[in-house]
């Protein structure tokens, strides 16, 4: 009776163990694309704003 209630508390350890590990991986994958979606995001705005600007601002040449 010991050794399989010791045989049981060591598969639920390494059970618990790898869903750890999942969820961990998990974890770092959606950091990933959450970081790459909003980097996107940021420099989509920046080119948009950039592009809005050179729109308004006409280009004024000066000659001396």
Not at 31 to 37: I, N, P, R, T
Not at 38 to 51: E, P
Request: aromatic fraction near 4%; charged fraction near 25%; glycine fraction near 4%.
């Amino acid at each position: 009776m010991m050794k399989s209630a010791g045989l049981v508390s060591r598969l639920v350890r390494r059970t618990a163990n790898d869903a750890g590990s999942y969820r961990s991986e998990t974890m770092a994958a959606l950091g990933s694309f959450l970081l790459l979606a909003s980097a996107s995001l940021l420099t989509a705005s920046y080119l948009r704003s950039r592009a809005a600007r050179a729109r308004r601002q006409p280009v004024r040449v000066t000659r001396r």
